[in-house]
């Protein structure tokens, strides 16, 4: 299971830099998320795809599952949820103002 996850998380990487190698700022944006959306998973498979009970204190289980990473992976997604809004809403802004999200043309240089 774990060589299928690495194998996800390199396409989730390989996509992510393609899209923010680019020039449209939208494509930048979507790549960040894939690239947050890769980390997270990662972070999953380094802690271990494993099977378990809850760890609950008196009970004596032979396998748990360790809730940290779970943890740090849920705050990671609402970190990255709101630095996507924070993202799309400076995007719109930057179109209404300069009419284009082509990051090129956003220089300023005449």
């Known amino acids: 299971m774990e060589v299928l ?4 998380i390199g396409l989730l990487f390989a996509c992510a ?5 680019s020039k ?3 494509r930048i944006i979507i ?3 894939l690239l947050s ?4 998973l990662m972070l999953l498979t380094m802690a271990g795809l494993k099977r378990g009970t809850v760890p609950l204190l008196g009970e004596n289980a032979l396998f748990y599952t360790d809730p ?3 943890a740090l992976i849920l705050t990671a997604i609402v970190i990255s949820f709101g630095v996507t809004a924070f993202f799309l809403v400076l995007a719109y802004r930057a179109y209404q103002e300069l009419g284009t999200d082509n990051v090129e043309d956003m220089k300023g240089t005449e």
């Open 5 to 8: 996850m690495s194998i996800l």
């Open 17 to 21: 830099v393609y899209l923010m190698l």
């Open 24 to 26: 449209s700022l939208l």
């Open 31 to 33: 790549g960040t998320g």
């Open 37 to 40: 959306h890769g980390a997270h």
């Open 68 to 70: 940290v990473p779970q």
